[in-house]
Every structure is written in C-alpha cells, then in structure tokens.
C-alpha cells in the first residue's frame, strides 16, 4: 500500500494536452483520483454507505475507468502499473518504485486474520458476497493460531482499525469511540491484493517462530506495538 510522495506532484496547467484540454472541474477529477490512488493505492467500484446502509457506486471509481488509459500511460512514467480488476471491483496501483510504510505489528496480525476470514467465507458462498467480520472474530481467529498472546488495549485498536480503514481494507459498521469485539467490519476485497497465499503462510511461520523464541527465552512480552516490515504489495 502506498503513501502520499511528493517526488509524484499532480497539478493542473502543467503542459499535458489531455488534462490541459479539459474543463478545470474534469481536471480536478482527474488530479484528484491520480492523488488518490498515491495515498491509498485502491480505489473501489462499491463502498459503504453509513447513511444508506447499503454499497453504494463511487464517483472516485468512475473518473478512475473513464481516465483509465491516460491514468496508466501517467503512472508507467514513474514505473508504477495501475490494474483494473473488474471481479473484485477496484482499480489498484502496484510497483517497485512505490515508497512504503512499517505496518505495526497489531495492523499486521489484524490483515492476517482478515485474510483467513475473507477466504474462509468466499469458499463458502455460491456467489460472490460481501464478506462480514467483527473484532471478536478476528481476536478468536489469531487465538486459534496461537498468534495473539495478550489483549491490545483499545488505543491500540481503534488506532489499528484506523489505519486499515484508510487504506479501504476494513469499513467498520459503527463510530470508532464505540468499538467492541462484537462490532461488526466489512472486508472489502483489496484484501486480496494486499495479502497472498504465500503471504500468509510465510507471515504464520514468522510469528509461530516469534512466538516459540520468545517461549524459550522467559515470559517477556514483546509489544504489540513494534513495527513489521512487509514486502511487496503489502506495504502502506
């Protein structure tokens, strides 16, 4: 996942004929959606609505599929690839060049149990549907691995919760202030670009080898803020 970077400026009137051409309210769309996929890497089809309670079409997405063409011959220059995926809904950037952040080590564990959650589900379902967790869920899923040694605190996990909403990973269904395990998420399927099947089972053995050095080591606790540095796709 990337992060916003000022080597990547984005303005108007800068001398390219497809934006200079345009009306000054498209070009700011299309700014707009080019800072956006920089800030947070994906832009989804469908999102939640609080208000509605339902999915609702974004107008993010739509400037992203009709700009599709200009948005990749833009993003090439730098040597980032932007991928329209139309079954998961969403429109994604993806690249060496992209800079990233540490993810902590909760928000790592947190996309762990996400993941197995999402797959689990999707398994499950004739067809496609929207996938449903709360934070009981995710807490009992890295209970099950023996991944979650102690209770973050609520700090920790409105922080937590934060972040991956930023990022489009997770919507949760209530205010923030008022999270609890019963509180309910939706996953949203960037998840699938974020973590793969390799992903998981190398991100299991790290912890389960954390886990067993730590056993033989005494019963000191690593916090569970200390930052996980992850490859690939799955950087923010």
């Known amino acids: 996942m990337s992060q916003e970077n000022d080597l990547y400026p984005v303005s108007t009137g800068v ?3 497809y934006i200079d051409n345009m009306l000054q309210e498209e070009q ?33 997405y739509r400037i992203c599929s009709k700009h599709l063409e200009f948005i ?5 220059i ?3 690839d932007v991928i329209e995926s139309s079954h998961m809904g969403m429109i994604y950037i993806q690249g060496e060049n992209l800079a990233g952040d540490k993810l902590p080590r909760l928000a790592t564990l947190y996309l762990l149990a996400l993941k197995l959650i999402y797959d689990e589900q999707m ?12 934070l009981g869920e995710i807490h009992e899923k890295l209970g099950s691995y023996r991944l979650f040694r102690k209770q973050p605190s609520p700090t920790d996990i409105r922080r937590t919760v934060t972040l991956l909403k930023k990022y489009q990973i997770i919507e949760p269904l ?6 609890d395990s019963a509180s309910r998420l939706i996953i949203y399927p960037c998840i699938n670009v974020v973590l793969m099947g390799d992903d998981i089972r ?15 080591e005494g019963p000191e606790e690593r916090t569970e803020t200390a930052e996980e540095d992850i490859d690939g796709t799955d950087e923010i």
Request: glycine letters at 6%.
């Open 15 to 17: 001398g390219i004929p």
């Open 123 to 134: 398994e499950t379902a004739s067809t496609s549907i929207q996938v449903y967790t709360s």
């Open 174 to 179: 209530e205010l923030l202030e008022d999270l």
């Open 78 to 80: 730098l040597g980032i």
């Open 72 to 76: 990749k011959k833009y993003f090439s």
């Open 202 to 216: 190398a991100l299991i053995a790290t912890f389960e080898e954390e886990n067993g050095e730590r056993i033989e």
């Open 28 to 60: 700011l769309e299309v700014t707009g959606v080019l800072r956006l996929l920089l800030n947070q890497t994906f832009v989804l089809e469908r999102k939640y609505d609080k208000r509605t309670g339902r999915l609702q079409y974004t107008r993010e």
